[in-house]
Every structure is written in C-alpha cells, then in structure tokens.
C-alpha cells in the first residue's frame, strides 16, 4: 500500500519547538519533490514548504520563513518539519504530501500532489 505515515505532532507552549516526520511506505521518494501544508479550523490549506528531489532547493511560506526548516532523508525514505518559535496562530493540522516531479531541481507548493500524509494536529498555547 503507497502511503505516506506522519508522526511528531502535540502540544507545545509559543515560544517552544516540535519536528513533524513523513515516512513513505510502497514507494521510493526519489521521484517525488516533498511539502508540508497546514489547515486551521475555518482557514484555507496553506502551503508551508516544499523541497526538490534534489534536496537542493526549498521554498517557504513568508508565514513560516526562518522559522521551520524542512529537509529530507532519501536514505530512511523520510521528510520532516522542523518548527521553532511557535506561535498560537501555528495551531492547525499539518499534512505532509508528495509530488511525482520530472524536475530535479525545483519544487512548489501549488502543484497537485500525488500522496498525503493523514494529517498531524499541532497546538500552541498562549
């Protein structure tokens, strides 16, 4: 079964740290450039990070720029999300996806993904 499995998720006090991992089963994430999104209750997903098969490239939201660090492991065929200086506007549900990409390079978060994660509920409190 190809499916992407998230862990890491929890609550955490603003100012605090959380890391979120996306293991793949079934398939290889060589192929695929790698995201993060989020959706808080009421709001629109938003696109967070996205990093190129490469490793080489990666993208952020302005809502998120030095503050996450997104990075991969095509050896354990793992990604994750490195979150420091929490706020409570983080609070949402994290979602990890996959993208079946021809470019090496490159990354985005509007293009469709092909594999979600199940979804990751991260709580910051004031």
């Known amino acids: 079964q190809l499916q992407l499995v998230e862990s890491g998720g929890g609550l955490v006090q603003t100012g605090g740290s959380l890391r979120l991992s996306c293991a793949a089963s079934g398939f290889t994430l060589d192929y695929y450039a790698i995201g993060w999104f989020r959706q808080a209750p009421g709001k629109e997903r938003e696109g967070l990070s996205c990093i190129s098969r490469s490793g080489s490239s990666t993208v952020y939201a302005d809502s998120v720029k030095g503050r996450f660090t997104i990075s991969r492991d095509n050896a354990k065929n793992t990604f994750y999300l490195q979150m420091n200086s929490l706020k409570p506007e983080d609070t949402a549900v994290y979602y990890c996806?996959?993208?079946?990409?021809?470019?090496?390079?490159?990354?985005?978060?509007?293009?469709?993904?092909?594999?979600w994660g199940q979804g990751a509920q991260v709580t910051v409190s004031s």
């Open positions: 996806a996959a993208d079946y990409s021809r470019d090496y390079y490159g990354c985005s978060v509007s293009r469709e993904y092909d594999y």
